[in-house]
């Protein structure tokens, strides 16, 4: 098992996807930031010394998740796509442990991309910030959004992965994830709000919003449950992803 | 002791019956053909043997068990396969690596292989430059990583140009000689017949032949070639007797007799001959006719 973890991370370090999505998490990220701060007026600024206000601000990175998603939609696709599956399923016949290597791999790289493009952003914000003077309250509410963000973002590669081996077209895969997450599910909150919280990526923003039930109608989802709802999709699509992945006969 | 047995072997997909219940086996130390034309289902047999595919019916086992059940399937079998197998942006050495590692073989077994198919000045090199004859170099330099007892390369020679399908031959040939067993499969039954023990004739999914060259070539089938200045004559006689005959160029092809059966018969109509000698069917001509006699060249 060992082997083949350290196979799937030798193969992201001889190709350039893993690097070029880091640069692009990163530079989105960055620039995320430097917009959100060069566009702020003092006044709102010196709001980050209030508790809870840089909470807020870390929870709208919630779209993120969408590059661990891509990442992990990679893992499969790519092997399939140029038939590297082959000497893969060669290797190692028994194609559980093939997908246990990749989950483990993707969700630990994806946790470096985040930590990567975070850093950043943080000291980014930092070296501009105490410029200007202004002082940001860290407080425990922030922590935890960002440790939510971080985790969301890792299992969102872990949950790309499954769906890479569920829909095996790589193209379909990542076009698929994209407009699922970015127009499908905004539009479907937006227009039946009490069943749009079901859907996986909603719960993520509910878990990484951080609400007790108290704070919301029944529009919303408090944070554990929105937490629950994202890992059951989770465990769904690494289910059915194994599942093809064992089937998958390749030709 | 069988290295391969194929057990009533089906795989079809939707309407197309790819494998059609196919029982054949590979024997050890020996080099074995696996010949058909294009699409008569040599490549998913090959695939269903390597646990690339499952079988919609029937059963494969190689080395004594289903693939799926080897452990360190790479140092026992050694497999090339149509299609790339390699990432197009690693280079030669560091796709190689990626099989290596995940089979827990050392580096050095890569730079081995890459000298062993002469590729070592490549090795550098990113796959998708490639052309296809290093491709082909590539992967047979892949499926000797774990230096296996079994070879299964499907269509080794593709791509290769006369030059390289000399090398190949002599490469296959030195590592026969090292007692591993090669299964190959090919559409040209010239680039293997030289080097074969062995074959398994299929088309359409369904076995036509299996055996050694030699059990093929079958003296029944063997042709008497009779050259007679009374051609005609001769001709009638031997249709009378329900021969097959056929006139090419001044010779008769006589089938189902033997040369001193049709001389007993020439010389009982006072018909003489000038040339009358048996020709056994090569294997070539063996692989055509069980092929066109279904109908499909």
Same mark, same amino acid.
Request: no cysteine; aromatic share 6%.
């Given at each position: 098992m060992w082997r083949l973890i350290r196979t799937e991370v030798f193969k992201l370090r001889t190709t350039k996807m893993y690097l070029w999505l880091l640069l692009a998490a990163s530079a989105l990220t960055v620039l995320i930031t430097s917009i959100r701060i060069g566009r702020s007026t003092s006044a709102e600024l010196a709001t980050l010394a209030h508790p809870g206000v840089l909470a807020g601000i870390v929870?709208? !990175?919630?779209?993120? =998740?969408v590059f661990g998603l891509i990442l992990g939609a990679l893992a499969v696709t790519n092997e399939l796509r140029h038939g590297t599956i082959t000497p893969v399923f060669l290797t190692a016949p028994k194609r559980g442990r093939i997908m246990a290597a990749k989950l483990t791999t993707y969700t630990v790289a994806a946790l470096g991309v985040i930590v990567v493009a975070l850093g950043l952003a943080t000291a980014v914000a930092a070296v501009w910030l105490s410029a200007k003077g202004v002082s940001v309250n860290v407080d425990t509410a922030a922590v935890l959004a960002i440790l939510r963000v971080l985790a969301v973002f890792s299992l969102a590669a872990t949950l790309g992965v499954g769906l890479g081996a569920l829909i095996r077209n790589q193209i379909a895969a990542v076009v698929g994830v994209l407009v699922w997450m970015l127009v499908v599910e905004n539009l479907l909150r937006g227009l039946a709000p009490s069943w749009g919280r079901w859907l996986p990526f909603n719960g993520s923003r509910f878990f990484i919003d951080g609400h007790s039930a108290a704070a919301l109608g029944s529009s919303g989802l408090s944070w554990w449950a929105g937490g629950i709802v994202f890992a059951l999709y989770l465990i769904a699509a690494v289910i059915g992803g194994t599942v093809m992945l064992r089937r998958t006969d390749v030709a | 002791m069988s290295v391969i047995e194929a057990h009533d072997l089906s795989k079809r997909f939707g309407d197309v019956? =790819?494998?059609?219940?196919l029982s054949f086996s590979v024997r050890s130390g020996a080099v074995t053909g696996f010949l058909g034309?294009? /699409? =008569?289902g040599k490549t998913t047999t090959l695939r269903i043997l390597l646990g690339l595919a499952s079988p919609n019916g029937g059963s494969a086992t190689i080395l004594g068990g289903p693939? +799926?059940? !080897?452990?360190?399937p790479l140092k026992r079998v050694g497999a090339l396969l149509d299609g790339t197998m390699f990432h197009p942006a690693r280079t030669a050495r560091n796709g190689l690596r990626v099989n290596a590692m995940a089979a827990g073989l050392p580096t050095s077994r890569v730079d081995e292989v890459l000298k062993q198919v002469d590729l070592t000045s490549a090795? /550098? +090199?990113?796959? /998708? /430059?490639?052309s296809m004859g290093m491709r082909q170099r590539l992967g047979l330099a892949n499926a000797l990583l774990g230096d296996p007892e079994l070879l299964v390369l499907d269509e080794?020679?593709?791509? !290769?140009?006369p030059e390289g399908i000399r090398w190949l031959r002599e490469l296959l040939r030195s590592l026969a000689g090292e007692g591993r067993a090669i299964f190959i499969s090919s559409h040209v039954l010239a680039e293997v017949a030289q080097m074969v023990d062995d074959v398994v004739i299929v088309n359409h999914g369904r076995l036509l032949a299996s055996g050694s060259q030699e059990e093929l070539i079958n003296p029944q089938a063997a042709e008497v070639i009779v050259r007679s200045p009374k051609q005609v004559e001769l001709a009638d006689a031997l249709r009378q007797r329900g021969l097959s005959v056929a006139a090419n160029d001044g010779t008769l092809m006589v089938r189902g007799a033997s040369a001193a059966s049709i001389g007993d018969l020439a010389h009982a109509h006072g018909i003489p001959l000038h040339e009358l000698r048996s020709s056994a069917p090569s294997l070539e001509e063996i692989f055509f006719d069980l092929t066109e006699e279904q109908g499909v060249a």
């Open positions: 929870t709208n !990175l919630d779209i993120m =998740a | 019956i =790819a494998v059609d219940h034309p294009n /699409g =008569a693939y +799926r059940d !080897l452990t360190d090795a /550098g +090199r990113k796959v /998708g /430059g490639f080794p020679a593709n791509g !290769l140009d």
